[in-house]
């Protein structure tokens, strides 16, 4: 039986990916900074591995007998105080060069849909570093690159519960999201791709205006868009930029940048985005 590491159990994608995993028949350890953590999912770990990628002592032996590492380790919300190129980079590095000692048979690593486009935003910046990383490792390697999760998503359904909705400029920007747990298929079957690089998205390809409209539906309100000037999100940005750190503007310079551009990945699952505001209606 093959055994895999999953690095990022925690978080949205990475819950989805250890229970793909183990549907698939894999041995699975799990790392976390805490066992709490992932109790909740412990019928799907066979072993849990505690430590912290930002710590290369604390992982000391985390890939012994592993086959596989998975990894979806980044900053999504800043929380800890670090930087991108702590977590995203260093984090990830820490991982490798102990997947590098014990000669593993795959490197799964999961960045951004269109990074090559945004590399010079710096959460994709330490995203890109680490890729390259991988990619001089001589270890197999598959980089899954999706669009925005489904999770993210819920930005919008907040939005219509408080009554009205903003996008950027026309609004028109299109996106196709994809559902954890159909991305999480493509993180585990890409253990027999051969393909090194998978760029994936949802069925559902919306612009963001189609976005709202169905969370305002879904929640049974009436559609209140409102659009705010391309320049406006520029000069917000270069402000942030001046006056706050990397830690604040970051996310929000990451948001800020796809929602005014076209996200339009080849299509992946089974999951559409109505039915899970309906499944979420009630989350605060
Ligand atoms: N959300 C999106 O729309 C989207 C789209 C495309 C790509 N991605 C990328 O996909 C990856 C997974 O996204 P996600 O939504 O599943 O993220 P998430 O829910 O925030 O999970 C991130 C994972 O990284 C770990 N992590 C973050 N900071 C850490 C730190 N300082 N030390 C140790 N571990 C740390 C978290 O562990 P803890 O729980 O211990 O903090 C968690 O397991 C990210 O790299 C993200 O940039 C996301």
């Known amino acids: 039986m093959k055994k895999v590491l999953v690095a990022g159990t925690t978080g949205y994608l990475g819950k989805y990916v250890v229970q793909e995993f183990k549907k698939q028949g894999y041995w699975t350890r799990a790392l976390a900074r805490n066992t709490a953590m992932i109790e909740s999912l412990s019928e799907y770990i066979d072993e849990k591995f505690i430590g912290k990628v930002t710590d290369p002592n604390s992982l000391t032996g985390i890939c012994k007998d592993i086959d596989i590492v998975f990894s979806s380790i980044g900053i999504t919300k800043q929380k800890d105080g670090l930087t991108y190129m702590d977590v995203d980079y260093q984090?990830?590095?820490?991982?490798?060069?102990?997947?590098?000692?014990?000669?593993?048979?795959?490197?799964?690593?999961?960045?951004?849909?269109?990074?090559?486009?945004?590399?010079?935003?710096?959460?994709?910046?330490?995203?890109?570093r680490f890729e390259d990383e991988l990619k001089k490792s001589r270890l197999n390697f598959s980089i899954i690159y999706p669009n925005g999760f489904f999770s993210d998503m819920l930005e919008y359904l907040q939005m219509a519960k408080k009554g009205r909705g903003y996008v950027f400029g026309s609004g028109e920007n299109k996106i196709n999201p994809i559902h954890g747990e159909d991305l999480a298929e493509v993180c585990a079957n890409a253990v027999k791709d051969d393909e090194s690089e998978i760029k994936v998205g949802g069925v559902d390809l919306l612009t963001h205006n189609e976005i709202l409209t169905t969370a305002f539906e879904s929640l049974g309100k009436k559609v209140k868009i409102i659009k705010i000037p391309i320049w406006i999100r520029n000069l917000f940005l270069a402000t942030l930029r001046i006056f706050t750190s990397v830690k604040t503007y970051g996310p929000l310079e990451f948001f800020m940048t796809v929602l005014a551009m076209d996200m339009i990945?080849?299509?992946?699952?089974?999951?559409?985005?109505?039915?899970?505001?309906?499944?979420n209606i009630n989350i605060d």
Do not use: C, Q, R, W
């Open 91 to 128: 984090g990830n590095l820490n991982l490798l060069e102990e997947a590098k000692k014990e000669g593993i048979s795959k490197f799964i690593y999961v960045s951004v849909f269109n990074a090559e486009k945004m590399s010079h935003l710096k959460g994709i910046h330490a995203k890109v």
């Open 265 to 279: 990945a080849p299509t992946y699952g089974k999951h559409h985005l109505k039915d899970f505001f309906f499944e």
